[in-house]
C-alpha cells in the first residue's frame, strides 16, 4: 500500500513535469497549427541553458529557470523562421519534415558542442523528505517533489493570467482560433504566430530542466522520449486546449507510475502510448468535450 | 522533362529491360564488396520506403510507424529461422502476413482518426512494438537481440556473401515495384487515389474509405514486414535500437526527398540518403547535422521532392490555384 502511494505522488510529481510539457505543446501546435517533432531538443536546449547557469552562477534556481526559458524562447524563433513561417498554405507534411530535420539538427549539434556525455545535476533543491503517515503506511514526499509541484502550477496559472488578461495573449487567443478573422481584426498574425511558438517552446525549457533536476542528469541526447510523451500528453487533451492537455500530461504521469507497480519497469514508455492509443479508440477529439479545431 | 517522359513512354519495355539487365550483371563487374553492400543497403531502404509511400503517398494517410512493421518482419524472420528452423523464403511470407495483420490491428483506431492523430497513433504503435522487442527477451533476445541470424538457402547454397543478397534485394525490389504498379492501376489504387484526393467526394462516389484505407495500411505494412525478413540475415545482428522511430522519420525523409506518390522517387529517395550519408562519412558527428540541414534545405527549394510533381496535391506552397494564392496573402500579408 506504501508503495502504490508513494508511485503515486511519484507519478503526479512526473506527470505535473509531463503537463508542462504538454502545455508548452498545446501553445506551439494551437497558435502556431503545425505540429513539432523538434520539441525534445527544445527542452533539451532549455536544460543545457540551466544546467550552465549551475556550473557558472551556482544553485540559483529561479535564474536557471529564467535561462531555460530564454534559451528554448531563442531555439522557438529560429525553428519557426525555418520550419513554419514559410509553410502556413503548403502541405503538413513539409513542415513537419522540416522540423524532424531541425530535431536531427539540434541533437547532433547540441552532442558535438556540449559534448555526448550524460551531465549530473546535483543539489540543486536539498534531498530534505518529510515522511507522513497516511491509512497506517508512509509517505515519502521529497523536498524536490514540492517544489516541482509548486512550481508547475504556478507557472501554470502565470500563463493562465497571461492568455486570460493581457492584450498578446488575447491576440494568441484570437489568432489560435480562426487566423483569418485575426487577420482581419488588425492582428499581426504572423509575429503573433512567432510570439506562440516561443513561449510554448519557453515552456518546453523549464520542463527540460524541472527533467533534469528530477532525474539529476542532463544528457544532449533526453529529448526525444519525453517529446513522444508531450505530444502524447497534448494529443490526449484535443491537442489545442491547455487546460485539457495538462490534465493528459498528469493522467500519463500517473499511468506510468502505476503501471510499473503492476508490471516491470521497462514497460514504462509502453503505458503511455497504450493509454493514448485507448482513449484514441473511443474518443478520437481527446478529452475535450467538444470537438475543437482539427489540426 | 517532358521529353523525357515521352521517350520513356515510347521506349518503355526496352528501357526497363535494359536497366534490369544493367543491375543484375552489376555484381559480376568486379565492384568492392563494400559498395555491393551500399547498393544492398539502398535497395533494401528503397523497398522499404517505397512500402511507406503506398500508405502515405497514395491514400494520403500519414504514418510515421513503418519502424514497427519492419521491426516485426525481422524480428518473425531472425526468431523462426534460428529457433526452428523454417526457410528464407517462406518466412518472407510469413514475416509479411504478420506484419499485415499488425497493420490491420494498428489501422483499427485510426480509421476514425484523421491527420495529425492518425501520425502519432501509429508512431505510438511504432513505439510499443520496439518496446516490447525490447523486452521479451525469450522470443526477441530482449537487450541482447539475436545474433547469428541462419543465412537463407537457395537451392543447397548458403547465401552469406553481399552479392546473393544483392540478388535478393533486387528481386524483392522489383516484385514490390510490379505489384504495386498493377495494384496502383486496378480498382483499389484509384481507391486509395480518390482517399488521397477528396475523402468525402469519394466517399459520396461510393468508395468504401474504411475498407480501403484498412487495406492500404496493411498492404504498406506487408512490404515493410517482407523486407524486414530479408534484413534480418542481412546484418546478421538485430536488437531493438535499430528500430527506433528515429528510423522511421530516416524512411520517411527518403519517400519525402524522393517524391510523394510516385514510384521512383522512394528509390530516389533511398539512393540519395544512403550515398549521403555514406559520403559525408568523414565529417565523423558532423555528418548528420550536414544532413538535416540538406533536409531543411531541400524542403525550402523543392517541397514536392526530387520527381515529385510540381502540379501534385502533395508538392506544396510553390504551384497553386488562384484562390489559394489569395489566402495565402490574406494569412502572410501583414507581416510585411
Known sequence: MGYILNQLLNGICQGSIYALMAIGYSVIVGVVGMVTFAYGEVMMIGAFSAYYIFIYVGNNLPLAILAAFAGSFIIGIVIYKLCYERFFTAPRHISLLCTIGISMLLKNLAQIVFGPETKPVLNVVSNKTFNINVFGSTLNIRLLQIVIIVLVIVLAAALTLFFNRTKYGIMLRAVSQNKDASYLMGINVKRTALLGNCIGCGFGGIAGILLGIYYFSVSATMGSAYSMKAFAASVLGGLVDIRFSALGGLCIGIIENLGIVFTAATFRDIFAFAFLILVLIFRPQGFVSKKGARV | ?336
Open chain 2, 1 to 336: 522533362m517532358q521529353k523525357i517522359k515521352d521517350f520513356y513512354n515510347k521506349y518503355k519495355v526496352i528501357i526497363l529491360l535494359v536497366l534490369f539487365v544493367i543491375m543484375a550483371v552489376i555484381p559480376f563487374l568486379g565492384i568492392e564488396t563494400l559498395y555491393i553492400r551500399y547498393m544492398c543497403n539502398i535497395m533494401m531502404y528503397a523497398t522499404l520506403a517505397g512500402s511507406l509511400n503506398a500508405i502515405n503517398g497514395y491514400s494520403g494517410q500519414m504514418c510515421l510507424g513503418q519502424a514497427g512493421f519492419f521491426a516485426i518482419g525481422a524480428y518473425t524472420g531472425a526468431a523462426l529461422s534460428k529457433n526452428f528452423g523454417v526457410s528464407f523464403w517462406l518466412l518472407l511470407l510469413v514475416g509479411g502476413l504478420l506484419a499485415m495483420l499488425i497493420g490491420f490491428l494498428v489501422s483499427l483506431p485510426t480509421l476514425r482518426l484523421s491527420g495529425i492523430y492518425l501520425s502519432i497513433t501509429t508512431l505510438g504503435a511504432s513505439e510499443i512494438i520496439r518496446i516490447i522487442a525490447q523486452t521479451w527477451t525469450p522470443v526477441t533476445g530482449g537487450t541482447m537481440g539475436i545474433k547469428q541470424i541462419p543465412y537463407p538457402e537457395f537451392f543447397g547454397l548458403d547465401m552469406f556473401r553481399p552479392q546473393y543478397y544483392y540478388y535478393i534485394f533486387l528481386f524483392l525490389l522489383v516484385l514490390f515495384l510490379f505489384v504495386t504498379n498493377r495494384v496502383l492501376k486496378s480498382r483499389v489504387g484509384r481507391a486509395w487515389m480518390s482517399i488521397r484526393e477528396d475523402q468525402i467526394a469519394a466517399k459520396s462516389l461510393g468508395v468504401e474509405t474504411s475498407f480501403y484505407k484498412s487495406t492500404n495500411f496493411m498492404y504498406g505494412a506487408f512490404w515493410a514486414g517482407v523486407i524486414g525478413v530479408a534484413y534480418a540475415p542481412f546484418v546478421n545482428f538485430i536488437d531493438s535500437t535499430q528500430f527506433t522511430t528515429d528510423v522511421g522519420f530516416n524512411v520517411l525523409a527518403m519517400v519525402v526527398l524522393g517524391g510523394q506518390g510516385t514510384l521512383v522517387g522512394p528509390i530516389l529517395g533511398a539512393a540519395v540518403v544512403t550515398i549521403l550519408t555514406e559520403a559525408l562519412r568523414f565529417l565523423e558527428s558532423w555528418r548528420y547535422v550536414i544532413y538535416a540541414l540538406l533536409l531543411i534545405a531541400m524542403m525550402w527549394g523543392r517541397p514536392q521532392g526530387l520527381v515529385g510533381a510540381s502540379k501534385s496535391m502533395l508538392a506544396g506552397g510553390k504551384i497553386k490555384v488562384k484562390e489559394d494564392k489569395a489566402k495565402a496573402k490574406a494569412e502572410g500579408g501583414s507581416a510585411k
